[in-house]
């Protein structure tokens, strides 16, 4: 089952002088129980599709489905199965942090309250907090309380929108194990943006990339990594040595002693090492550069 089914999803923006195309028939499947990353540069989209999946902006069109609903004829009932942290701190200045979460616990209709906000205000290091207005927070504290509060009605899908901008190391883990958890064993389907790719490769099990309003590319990590992406393999020579025949068939680069050799991600490492250590003599250094998701980032969006 489908926890967003996106398709054909276009946003228009209209000015005085041109139109701005931000989503360009934008189509994307996530499925229930996924912790997935829509990942893209400054400008690429993400925002825009959260906005639309948060109500904050009306599609100019193509059909969004959330948890099987359709958003246009069953947009109230969307409400209850989503959560939304926005990448913008918005909060009510003169509310406690506890009166906020009971506020929203009362609008989604939360039964036992009192147990879900004690839990959110300790998973999420809010406790000493819970009685100070929001307007006296700092900028990693409003982060985490926006995260309570979208998960105070337990949504069956989060999305999260740049959730550990502004929060310190320790406090960002202890967010995840929190979020992680929520995926694992509650089956809660989590999106999230991030502009920390290390993040999305240690999280996530699908990524998609979004480039000017389209998506460019989805699919599990290590699938991204190996498809668009090679290795190196670098190799120092006690002396210069003619490239054997075996390595001729990959890329080979020589400055003074040091070859670097550049294979696919899919070929096995074992098979490389063994024409390299069969081929030469006299090796006194040799590693591998293990390309990563920031890799492909870099390539598919910026190449």
């Known amino acids: 089952m489908l926890a967003l089914d996106i398709k054909d999803l276009v946003k228009v923006y209209k000015g005085d002088k041109q139109e701005k195309i931000a989503l360009n028939n934008l189509n ?152 992680k958890e929520l995926n694992k064993e509650k089956g809660t389907t989590v999106i999230i943006t991030t502009h920390y790719l290390e993040e999305a490769e240690m999280l996530c099990d699908q990524i998609a990339m979004i480039n000017k309003g389209e998506i460019v590319a989805k699919d599990t990590t290590c699938n991204l990594i190996q498809k668009y992406t090679s290795k190196k393999f670098v190799v120092k020579l006690g002396s210069l040595q003619q490239v054997p025949n075996a390595l001729r068939q990959y890329t080979v680069d020589a400055f003074e002693n040091t070859l670097t050799i550049t294979v696919n991600s899919d070929i096995p490492n074992s098979k490389v090492i063994n024409d390299i250590f069969t081929g030469f003599t006299e090796i006194v250094d040799f590693k591998i550069e293990t390309p990563s998701l920031e890799d492909v980032f870099r390539k598919l969006v910026y190449a």
């Open 28 to 179: 994307l499947q996530v499925e229930k129980g996924s912790f997935f990353a829509l990942l893209g540069p400054n400008g690429a989209g993400k925002s825009t599709t959260i906005d639309i999946l948060a109500g904050l902006t009306i599609k100019t069109s193509g059909r969004v489905k959330i948890c099987g609903l359709d958003l246009d004829n069953k947009f109230i009932d969307t409400r209850y199965k989503i959560g939304v942290v926005p990448q913008e701190l918005m909060l009510d200045s003169f509310f406690s942090v506890k009166e906020i979460l009971e506020y929203y616990a009362g609008y989604y209709g939360v039964k036992n309250s009192s147990k879900k906000i004690k839990e959110l205000l300790e998973r999420l290091n809010l406790v000493e907090k819970q009685n100070t207005l929001t307007h006296a927070l700092s900028g990693g504290m409003k982060r985490r309380l926006l995260v309570a509060k979208a998960l105070v009605h337990s949504p069956e899908l989060v999305i999260l929108d740049e959730p550990t901008a502004g929060v310190d190391i320790e406090l960002r883990q202890n967010l995840w194990d929190y979020i």
